[in-house]
C-alpha cells in the first residue's frame, strides 16, 4: 500500500510539470543507504524538489526530465564538515567540489553569512552545502569571540542569535559558569541547541549535564574532564583507565563529540617547527587558499612554541576508537581554513582518513560524515530537513562515486558528481569551481 501510495504521490507531482516540481533521476546505481551496513543493487532513485521522493520506484516522467545514467556506480549521502570557519563563496564552492553538501561555521560566521548567505545557497542561487552556524560566545575578548559576562547577557544573547539565523550557541574556554548556565537555560526554553569547548569554571561533566549538545574537539576532555598533567608536562597523556568514565558521561547524556584527530595531528605536528607549516602552503591544495588565510597560516602561533604532543596525539587516536567502539556518536570536524594545514574540503577527508587509520571501520567513519550529523541535526535544530541518509523524505545531498565506499573509501576524494539539495553537479563541474577559485587565488 505504501509502495502505490508514493507511486500515486510521485506521478501526480512529476506530471504537473517542471514548472511546479524539479525532477531528476539517477538510474543504474548501487545506493549505499546509511542507514544501516548494506547495499542496494542497481536500482533508481528519484528527486522531487531537492527530496529523495522514491528509490526502486520507476515511474512516466515528463519529456526533458534530468537523467543521470549511474551505469553501476554506486550512491551515497553527501559529506558532512560539521567544525570549519568558512564564511566566503569560494570556500563554500571547494566544500561542495569535494563532495561536501553540509557545514557548521563553529565561529566568527557573520550575521550575513548565517543569514543572506545560508539563505542564497540553500535556494540554489549560490553553488554549496547547506549552511548552519553557531554564534561563538566567550567571558572575555582573550579568542576574539562575542564578550558575554553576565546571566542577563547570556540570555538576551540567545534570542539575538536566533533572530539572526543561527543555530547554535558556542561557548568557549572563559565563560563564567554563571553566564553558562543562564546561556543553557535560555536556549533549552528557545530551541537552539549549545556546542562548543569546555569552559574552565564549568567543566564537560556539568556542561553535558545542563543540556550542551556537542563536544567541539575531542580534545576537549583533555582540559575539561580528565585530570590535568603533571607540571611541566604537556605531553604527558591522560589516564587510559578514565576513558571508560568519559565515554559512560557521553552516553549518559546524549551527547555527540566531533572527531577532529587530522586537526589535532596538524597542529601538533606543526608546534615550535616552522618548515612544516612552509610543507603544509606548499601542498598542491594550498593553492585554493584566500591570500588572508595563506598569511594566517605563516604567521600560525603553533610555530612559535616548541611543545611535543606525540603521546597524547596517540592517546586521542586510543579514545576516539574506543568511543566509535562504544557506540559514542561521533561526527567528522576539523577547523579549516582557520588552522594552517587545514584546507576546506580536503580537511573533511583527512578527518575520515585519520579516523580509518585510528582503526575505524569504513561504515563507523561514513556514519561520522553523514548519519549521525544528520541525527545530531534532527535532535538540535527543529524543523531542518531531514539529511546524512539515502531514503525517501531526505534532502537530496548525495555523492556519485566510482567504487563502494564501504569496501573503498579511498574512492570519497575523486566524486563522480554531487547532488547538493537536488542540483546536480557532475565532475566536469566540480572541476569547474576549483579552476574558478584557483583563477581568483593569487599566490605569493
Do not use: C
Not at 537523467?67 to 553501476?72: A, C, E, M, Q, R
Not at 559576562?149 to 561557548?171: C, E, L, M, Q, W
Not at 559512560?248 to 587530522?262: N, Y
Amino acid at each position: 500500500m505504501l509502495r502505490a501510495l508514493l507511486t500515486f504521490w510521485l506521478l501526480l507531482a512529476v506530471g504537473a510539470g517542471l514548472a511546479r516540481a524539479e525532477t531528476l533521476v539517477l538510474t543504474d546505481v548501487n545506493v549505499v543507504p546509511m542507514d544501516r551496513e548494506r547495499v542496494i543493487p542497481r536500482t533508481t532513485v528519484i528527486v522531487t524538489d531537492g527530496v529523495i521522493a522514491s528509490i526502486g520506484i520507476k515511474a512516466k516522467l515528463p519529456a526533458g526530465t534530468p537523467v543521470i545514467d549511474g551505469k553501476g556506480a554506486w550512491l551515497m549521502p553527501g559529506l558532512a564538515d560539521m567544525h570549519n570557519h568558512v564564511t566566503s563563496r569560494d570556500d563554500l564552492a571547494l566544500l561542495l567540489a569535494n563532495g561536501v553538501t553540509t557545514m557548521l561555521n563553529m565561529g566568527e560566521a557573520t550575521n550575513a553569512f548565517a543569514g543572506r548567505t545560508r539563505i542564497a545557497v540553500n535556494k540554489g542561487e549560490v553553488p554549496g552545502p547547506q549552511i548552519f552556524t553557531a554564534l561563538a560566545v566567550d567571558g572575555d575578548p582573550q579568542y576574539g569571540h562575542l564578550v558575554i559576562r553576565t546571566p542577563a547577557d547570556a540570555r538576551a544573547i540567545v534570542g539575538i542569535a536566533k533572530a539572526n539565523g543561527y543555530s547554535f550557541i558556542k561557548v568557549y574556554t572563559n565563560l563564567s559558569a554563571e553566564a553558562f548556565m543562564a546561556l543553557a537555560g535560555e536556549a533549552r526554553a528557545q530551541g537552539i541547541g549549545i556546542v562548543g569547548h569546555n569552559a574552565k569554571a564549568v567543566g564537560l561533566a556539568k556542561q553535558l549535564a545542563a543540556g550542551q549538545a556537542l563536544v567541539a574537539h575531542v580534545e576537549e576532555f583533555f582540559y575539561g574532564f580528565f585530570p590535568e598533567p603533571p607540571a611541566g608536562d604537556p605531553n604527558a597523556p591522560p589516564d587510559e583507565g578514565r576513558i571508560a568514565d568519559a565515554i559512560a558521561l557521553v552516553k549518559a547524556h546524549d551527547a555527540f563529540v566531533t572527531s577532529d584527530l587530522f586537526n589535532y595531528r596538524t597542529i601538533a605536528a606543526q608546534f615550535g617547527k616552522p618548515d612544516v607549516v612552509r610543507t603544509y602552503l606548499a601542498a598542491p591544495e594550498a593553492r585554493y587558499l584566500s591570500p588572508a588565510d595563506r598569511i594566517g597560516w605563516a604567521q600560525s602561533g603553533y610555530q612559535k612554541k616548541a611543545v611535543d604532543l606525540s603521546r597524547r596525539v596517540a592517546f586521542e587516536v586510543r579514545f576516539v576508537k574506543s568511543m566509535a567502539d562504544a557506540g559514542v556518536p561521533l561526527i567528522t570536524g576539523g577547523d579549516a581554513p582557520s588552522i594552517a594545514g587545514q584546507v576546506p574540503g580536503w580537511a573533511l577527508h583527512g578527518e575520515i582518513d585519520a579516523m580509518l587509520d585510528a582503526g575505524l571501520t569504513p561504515w563507523q567513519a561514513l556514519s561520522a560524515a553523514t548519519r549521525t550529523p544528520g541525527e545530531f541535526i534532527a535532535k538540535t535544530v527543529p524543523g531542518a530537513a531531514k539529511f546524512g541518509v539515502v531514503a525517501p523524505g531526505y534532502r537530496a545531498d548525495l555523492l556519485l562515486l566510482a567504487d563502494n565506499p564501504l569496501a573503498k573509501p579511498a574512492t570519497l576524494h575523486t566524486p563522480m558528481g554531487v547532488v547538493a539539495g537536488g542540483r546536480w553537479h557532475d565532475a566536469a563541474a566540480l572541476k569547474a569551481m576549483l579552476d574558478d577559485v584557483a583563477a581568483r587565488r593569487v599566490v605569493p
